[in-house]
């Protein structure tokens, strides 16, 4: 990186979503010393469930102990560096490393180490053991850091936070199932993109036909974290006639755009938290998606689809169905997205095109009309700030 990259309020340097050294000073910057999202606390239910996570690009593993809270460890031996655990998630009161059997407890403490009375020298007997993260949790939403320094997690979810725990129900989830798929673009892409309501009724063109986006809004909060959100309208006989008609891809079940539960008018909402998590509840459809770095130009969207506790197991059905149909790989929403990113980070570092336009709305104001481009805005406006740029 020869100079810093400029970043003003409408335009980003695209060498933010292709430089080597600035990537690894995200993940230093924004992974390690800030609050990163995890997992959810619903993913670990039981004394002794696991499952691995990533800080960036970090494995870690998070794990509730017995005594109830989660903890979350560098999924790092400290013999020589071995991933401790392998199974993506599981069970157990200690984790063993697969290579020399190294034995750490659930709060990272070293156990036991076999052979230990050959170390000759008594400074080689304690080589300690799994680095521990700061961990807090809100409405059920892990996260973690390696700074003392930082905010308590409530102040810097700041007013994002009453948002999401209105979603999750403060936390009352149940997770339904798991998506995990790979894209071949910078991480940052896919958080704009899940906050980037402009292409919503664009890119996505059965949302046109369907006339699903309407009224909403396009919100920045404080830290860099915003939401959009828009009123569930009830679909016409004619737009889904029109839609059948036309398109080429057809959605035949239109459930999908219909809840029982939630009347017509009440919000479909998309709230992005600084800077890896996206927290979604559209019609049906309950999630948490995990943004995790995989290089420059390479991110995996993890995803859990979530139930409400106590709920009956059709409607949880029909949420699964739904989350399938819109959100997955494969999904009517998903697949739009997926390439379209894609098709961003492929022109990355080889174009005359430096900059990424995001001017939409009134400049003045932090919030505005759905398509306004306020939440990526802020985004990019706390990247800068805590990138020291
Ligand atoms: S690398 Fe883990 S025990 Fe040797
Ligand atoms: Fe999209």
New binding site residues.
């Given amino acids: 990186m020869q100079t810093n990259p400029k970043i003003t309020q409408t335009e980003v340097d695209r060498r933010v979503f292709a430089d080597e050294e600035i990537y690894r000073l995200e993940m230093r910057r924004l992974f390690r010393d800030g609050w990163t999202f995890v997992g959810l606390e619903a993913e670990v239910p039981e004394p002794g469930d696991f499952r691995r996570s990533w800080m960036g690009d970090l494995p870690v593993i998070m794990t509730r102990s017995r005594a109830g809270s989660v903890n979350v460890l560098e999924n790092v ?1 400290s ?4 991933l ?1 655990a392998l199974d993506r998630r599981g069970n157990c009161s200690t984790f063993t ?1 697969p ?4 034995v750490f407890a659930d709060d990272g403490r070293q156990l036991g180490v076999p052979m230990r009375k050959k170390y000759t020298d008594a400074r080689h007997k304690d080589r300690g053991g799994l680095r521990a993260a700061r961990v807090e949790t809100f409405a059920g939403l892990v996260w973690a850091t390696f700074a003392d320094d930082v905010e308590p997690l409530a102040e810097y979810l700041a007013d994002a936070g009453p948002h999401i725990d209105e979603i999750l129900r403060g936390g009352d989830v149940t997770v339904l199932g798991y998506h995990r798929f790979q894209v071949r673009a910078n991480w940052k892409l896919f958080w704009e993109n899940t906050e980037d309501a402009y292409h919503a009724s664009l890119l996505h063109n059965f949302s046109q036909a369907l006339k699903i986006y309407q009224v909403g809004e396009n919100i920045a909060f404080e830290n860099g974290h915003g939401a959009i959100r828009w009123e569930m309208v009830s679909l016409s006989d004619d737009a889904m006639r029109d839609h059948l008609a036309n398109a080429k891809f057809q959605l035949r079940d239109f459930t999908l755009f219909q809840s029982h539960d939630r009347p017509a008018g009440s919000w479909n909402r998309v709230v992005g938290l600084f800077p890896n998590a996206l927290v979604l509840e559209e019609w049906d459809m309950l999630n948490v998606r995990h943004i995790v770095p995989k290089g420059t130009d390479c991110v995996e969207l993890h995803t859990v689809a979530l139930g409400l506790d106590g709920e009956s197991p059709e409607k949880r059905a029909k949420r699964a169905h739904d989350y399938g149909n819109f959100f997955g790989p494969a999904g009517f929403a998903g697949r739009d997205d997926v390439v379209a990113i894609g098709a961003v980070q492929a022109t990355e570092g080889v174009s005359s095109v430096r900059t990424s336009f995001m001017a939409l709305g009134d400049l003045s104001e932090r919030s505005g009309d759905l398509d306004g481009e306020y939440t990526v805005r802020a985004f990019y406006d706390e990247y800068r700030t805590r990138m020291g740029w």
């Fill in positions: 031996c013999h020589r560096g071995s401790v490393c290579y020399h059997q190294w």
